[in-house]
């Protein structure tokens, strides 16, 4: 049985969560507490689990990776089911490099440990760490309404299927929302973010979907 170490409110475990429900795939849910305060990712037990001590991680008949998208790949090319990447090549890597600019230049500089640094180090108010997550997520939503825009207009970003892009795009909307951002400029991004959300996969992802840590 295939395990996850998640966190409900986790946008990386969240993309993991809809890639393993569009394959339809059982695995055992694994909580870890990255409530600040709590940081079960930071002690020992999960350490050795995965020394980077973010979530997700998947284990697989004793071996360990982390980093959602490596992992997302993994999942598309040993499980059966619908492919999580376009087939033809230039729009794999389309694809691919829709989903990187949530995974790769938004998500970090808006993640916890980016944020709290900014608070103890920096000395940031709740306003300033505000407008930081804000921008970075516009700068990155600028790119990718603009890249949405100029696709052939299909139900989804490359075609009627879910894919890896839509896969990041939808977690990082919901953090959006959660942190109160305008979303008006963004109207294709809006769109498809409420056609996935009508999918089952991806609602059985969802944070509010999932069980959350009494503590």
């Not at 996850?4 to 055992?28: F, G, M, P, Q, T």
């Not at 020992?44 to 990776?65: C, F, K, W």
Request: one cysteine or more; a negative charge; charged letters at 25%.
């Amino acid at each position: 049985m295939l395990k996850l170490y998640d966190y409900w409110r986790s946008s990386a475990a969240y993309r993991v969560r809809i890639a393993l429900n569009l394959k339809e795939a059982r695995y055992e849910n694994v909580p870890v507490n990255i409530t600040p305060g709590q940081d079960e990712q930071l002690q020992d037990t999960y350490r050795l689990v995965n020394p980077q001590m973010r979530v997700p991680s998947i284990e697989v008949d004793g071996h360990i990776a982390g980093q959602s998208l490596a992992i997302i790949e993994w999942i598309d090319e040993t499980m059966p089911g619908p492919a999580l990447l376009p087939k033809e090549p230039w729009v794999r890597l389309q694809a691919r490099a829709f989903a990187d600019t949530i995974a790769c230049d938004i998500h970090p500089l808006n993640n916890l440990s980016v944020l709290a640094a900014l608070r103890q180090d920096f000395g940031a108010d709740d306003a300033a760490v505000k407008d930081w997550y804000h921008d970075w997520i516009r700068r990155g939503f600028l790119a990718l309404e603009s890249i949405a825009q100029d696709l052939p207009q299909t139900s989804l970003l490359f075609g009627d299927e879910p894919t890896i892009a839509e896969i990041c795009l939808v977690p990082q909307v919901a953090n959006a929302r959660r942190f109160d951002m305008d979303l008006s400029d963004y109207p294709r991004l809006v769109e498809v973010d409420a056609a996935c959300r009508e999918i089952s996969a991806f609602a059985r992802a969802a944070p509010e979907s999932q069980t959350r840590p009494s503590a």
